[in-house]
């Protein structure tokens, strides 16, 4: 099982940029996937997640209308559109799936550490929002 994420970067304040993850070894169409962030001493907290119709998708409050999570299911990807970047949206982002959870879980910041609830994860990219 595999999960990649690539498109982090440096950006500033106002910018824009699109996550990629890549998975590949389980049954796609059957995982919710979500996307997670976090930054040093501070737990990971699940932004956005698509469920297994590729329909219902949910949001951190914090990033609501900002950011937009979306599937290939051809492709086996999940991408992140966030736009209006802040500063406080710097952190290293990680996806992760799982063939359980309700995508309306990975947002509610119930989840805990050491797994977050997901079967598998990525290894992040870091997202740097800094003029």
């Known amino acids: 099982v595999q999960l990649v994420e690539s498109g982090g970067g440096l950006v500033q304040p106002g910018g824009s940029l699109r996550l990629s993850c890549v998975t590949s070894g389980f049954s796609f169409g059957d995982y919710t996937i979500g996307w997670f962030r976090q930054v040093p001493g501070k737990e990971r907290e699940g932004v956005a997640s698509i469920g297994t119709d590729y329909l219902r998708t949910y949001y951190e409050e914090s990033v609501k209308g900002r950011f937009t999570v979306s599937s290939d299911f051809a492709e086996s990807t999940v991408y992140l559109q966030m736009v209006s970047l802040k500063p406080e949206d710097t952190a290293v982002y990680y996806c992760?799936?799982?063939?359980?959870?309700?995508?309306?879980?990975?947002?509610?910041?119930?989840?805990?550490?050491?797994?977050?609830?997901?079967?598998?994860w990525g290894k992040g990219t870091l997202v740097t929002v800094s003029s």
């Open positions: 992760a799936a799982d063939p359980v959870l309700d995508p309306s879980t990975v947002v509610s910041g119930t989840l805990k550490p050491p797994y977050y609830g997901m079967d598998f």
